[in-house]
């Protein structure tokens, strides 16, 4: 099993520009969360999706955030545009559906917005 | 609305020692509780869950936790820390939305 992938590692970008991360969660898993982790602010959820569809975006902090996820095995959040204060380190999470099902976690995406 | 406090930023121990790590939290309902560790450039990896059932949890790399209700409390534990145990650990509680919510980490310091 390959664990939950994210690409790129790291993104270092000049404010203004358009990021775009992206995730591949553990297959067969019908959850995927989207993080984001500063020293400020810890780690915070901005977005999850159940079986594709966005359930809960209310940790997304403004519209210039935006999180798709057209298939199972794919997910992609976009910044537009970047901003200094969105750099952090981005993670990716996918469960199993079910009462004791754990969130298995990418290595996360550095980004640094210039 | 649910919380976790983690109220020990840092510690340090010695190679060989006993750890402690103290997480507090605050949730209506029954809590689904985690821990997890995170070495540096890594992303996170769980070390133990406690569900429901006997309140002392055993994990991997020798960890345990032990769920007390009347404290509101899920501290971690290690009998002797060995130096790659040096990384940040994060409680988390799980709401019935399936949505963690993390505390703000305790860093592991272990000297020589």
Redesign the interface.
Known sequence: DAG?IQSPRHEVTEMGQEVTLRCKPISGHD?L?WYRQTMMR??E?LI?FNNNVP??DSGMPEDRFSAKMPNASFSTLKIQPSEPRDSAVY?C?S?LAG??????????TRLTVL | AQSVTQPDIHITVSEGASLELRCNYSYGATPYLFWYVQSPGQGLQLLLKYFSGDTLVQGIKGFEAEFKRSQSSFNLRKPSVHWSDAAEYFCALRSNDYKLSFGAGTTVTVRA
């Open positions: 939950v959850y969360f810890g780690l959820l999850y359930i809960d993670f999470a469960r009462v004791l099902g754990e969130q298995f976690f990418g290595p996360g």
